[in-house]
């Protein structure tokens, strides 16, 4: 009688686990055409070290950004390559400035309570960072 319940559970669980992920996967937005993101986006970079500072970036329909971090202005571009969204820029270095050569930052698209969200990571003097923006 209890392998049967073990079973019976492990497979409740098995099914809770294949609809949740189906449920998050549907959520995240395949990269669109650039002209898509354009439009003011707003938020917060979460730094490790340190509290959250409000990022706020517009973005052009050619995908060339302006930004504000804190009170830092910044400039960069969003493309796609291979499939995937890619930032340069300001996004990616924040406040400080790069430590070695370009880099690039992988954006990723969400969709939450039908809002588009864009998150992703950098890195600048102060250590790595994230940032999580809400299209407005």
Do not use: C
């Not at 990269?31 to 439009?39: F, R, Y």
């Not at 050619?62 to 504000?68: H, N, Q, R, V």
């Amino acid at each position: 009688m209890e392998m049967r319940t073990a079973r019976t559970i492990l497979g409740f669980t098995l099914m809770f686990v294949v609809f949740a992920a189906a449920y998050v996967s549907a959520q995240q937005a395949a990269p669109a055409d650039i002209k898509s993101l354009a439009g003011k986006w707003s938020g917060f970079a979460s730094p490790t070290r340190g509290s959250n500072v409000p990022l706020e970036v517009n973005v052009k329909p050619d995908g060339t950004y302006a930004s504000k971090w804190g009170g830092k202005d910044g400039t960069g571009t969003i493309r796609v390559e291979g499939g995937k969204l890619m930032a340069d820029g300001h996004l990616l270095y924040g406040t400080g400035t790069t430590t070695a050569g370009t880099g690039k930052a992988e954006l990723t698209l969400t969709t939450k309570d039908g809002k588009q969200m864009m998150s992703g990571a950098g890195r600048d003097n102060d250590g790595p960072y994230n940032f999580q923006l809400t299209k407005q």
